[in-house]
């Protein structure tokens, strides 16, 4: 064993993992249950994540096997690729044996050829003195190429709208927004001796930005009045705090919920 055969295994390691990788991050992509309006980031996802696991595979298991049977060949059968590529095709089949799992194993099978092959060409090119260490380079290119395509066949994400934005607002469990139209709009309740309003409203400040106002104003039966409110700023995929003003009306407990004898419409 030489420093030439650890590099080439390692070249071969880093090709074929990126490339059974993204095999399977494709596979997972179009096989996916829930619809993707980003299908280029879900490959590329699902390529590293899968790439994590074969990648520890092949540089442990695939790289010890691979260099056994290359010193066997040299002894035994030197002039036979073919049983070389077959032998490292059996030994693929072992994860999915020891687990049990037939694609698993026809999956490990088809990787193992699919070094066995690379290592070979790797091994031919540096035979003819050629330089192959832009091999690497490959996957790069096909995963942009990969991201592009995909990213232009997802389907078209629908508008986030002013209503979209609500629902989001007012998605949360146990916030202060709780007590509030969960749409745009008012209701009307008594609440001990105070008439009160709570308004739900969003008002479009730029492209799918939105902000998201919760206005409560009440009336008690002696004349006085009030109000208060909070505004947040939601896009599709965040919100954050504005402001809050006014006062928080007395009849409210420790927390928004804790108002007593509340009736709303």
Same mark, same amino acid.
């Given at each position: ?16 993992? @990126? ?6 991050? *494709?596979? #997972?992509? #179009? ?14 996802? *699902? ?8 990648? @520890?595979?092949? =540089? ?12 066997? &060949?040299?002894? *035994? #059968?030197?002039?036979? &690729? ?8 059996? #030994?693929?089949?072992?994860?999915? =044996? ?9 999956? +490990? @099978?088809?990787? @193992? ?7 070979? *060409?790797?091994?031919? &090119? ?62 009307? +309740? ?62 409210? +407990? ?12």
């Amino acid at each position: 064993m030489n420093r030439n055969m650890i590099g080439r295994k390692l070249i071969t390691t880093v090709f074929v993992t @990126a490339m059974v990788s993204l095999a399977m991050g *494709w596979f #997972f992509t #179009f096989h996916d249950s829930g619809a993707s309006y980003h299908m280029g980031d879900d490959l590329i996802g *699902w390529s590293f994540v899968y790439a994590m696991y074969i990648g @520890a595979i092949i =540089l442990v298991y695939g790289n010890i096997v691979s260099i056994g049977l290359e010193l066997a &060949q040299k002894k *035994w #059968f030197s002039r036979n &690729q073919w049983l070389y590529a077959v032998l490292h095709g059996v #030994f693929g089949l072992a994860n999915g =044996l020891f687990f049990l799992n037939g694609p698993l194993a026809v999956i +490990g @099978a088809v990787a @193992a050829l699919f070094y066995a092959f690379v290592d070979r *060409w790797i091994l031919y &090119q540096s035979a003819k003195q050629k330089n192959v260490d832009y091999i690497v380079l490959i996957p790069i290119l096909i995963y942009m190429l990969a991201w592009g395509v995909f990213e232009y066949i997802s389907p078209e994400e629908p508008p986030f709208t002013k209503e979209d934005a609500v629902e989001f607002a007012t998605s949360g469990e146990g916030t202060i927004t709780d007590v509030f139209p969960e749409k745009i709009g008012k209701c009307h +309740g008594v609440i001990e001796e105070y008439e009160v309003t709570r308004e739900t409203a969003a008002k479009k400040t730029g492209k799918e930005k939105y902000i998201v106002t919760f206005t409560e104003t009440w009336k008690k039966k002696d004349g006085k009045t009030g109000s208060w409110s909070m505004a947040y700023e939601v896009e599709r995929d965040s919100m954050s705090a504005l402001y809050e003003s006014g006062e928080i009306p007395v009849y409210y +407990g420790s927390s928004q919920n804790d108002a007593p004898n509340q009736t709303f419409d």
